[in-house]
């Protein structure tokens, strides 16, 4: 897949010059690779803080309350 995107003139004239014109593109996927990958890391462990605070859980339990009342959802 391509994917367009901007850098500054700057740092393509930079990139040009350290980074081989074939070797750029995995150069790109690289990098994208290690920042996705830190990105996922951190909202896993948000996910796991979020489940392992007690405070929170209590105030969800007080909502799972209302699962069943009675009330339709609406469909307009």
Known sequence: MKV??????????????VIPARQRSKVVADLLEVEVRRRERELYECALAVEQDEQLRAEM????????????????
Do not use: C, F, P, Q
């Open 61 to 76: 339990a007080d909502w799972d309350l209302t699962v069943g009342d009675g009330i339709e959802t609406e469909t307009w």
């Open 4 to 17: 367009l995107v901007s850098l500054s003139n700057d740092l393509y004239a930079r990139m040009k010059a």
